[in-house]
Nanobody, 126 residues
Framework: QVQLVESGGGLVQAGGSLRLSCEAT????????MAWFRQDPGKEHNMRDF???????????EYLPSVKGRFTISRDNAKNTVYLQMNSLKPEDTAVYYC????????????????WGKGTLVTVSS
């Protein structure tokens, strides 16, 4: 069992920055690929969109095209924590951000996520 707790969300103006953190407890953190997903609270569907992922030893990362160059995923295995640095935020980045852990790294990302956190809300005002 892996427990994930996100933090760092909040309200920020367009163009600003936030850093999300996700701390994991339970099993060996480095054995898991980690990813961030987001869900727009204003939309009717419940789909969570893939944002970024990183493998267990930080050798591979992947990003949603619309956030590439603005967001950076990283991890610190000594602290059992994965981060999402978000710069140049836009109103369309407003969402609940979730971190997820999975033994396997790689697309299709819609199948990723053996464990999930409860999410942290990011609101970007225009």
């Amino acid at each position: 069992q892996v427990q994930l707790v996100e933090s760092g969300g909040g309200l920020v103006q367009a163009g600003g920055s936030l850093r999300l953190s996700c701390e994991a407890t339970g099993r060996t953190f480095s054995n898991y690929a980690m990813a961030w997903f987001r869900q727009d609270p204003g939309k009717e569907h419940n789909m969570r969109d893939f944002v970024a992922a990183i493998d267990g030893n930080s050798s591979s990362t992947e990003y949603l095209p619309s956030v590439k160059g603005r967001f950076t995923i990283s991890r610190d295995n000594a602290k059992n924590t994965v981060y999402l640095q978000m710069n140049s935020l836009k109103p369309e980045d407003t969402a609940v951000y979730y971190c997820a852990a999975d033994p396997s790294y790689g697309s299709p990302w819609y199948g990723f996520g053996h464990y999930w956190g409860k999410g942290t809300l990011v609101t970007v005002s225009s």
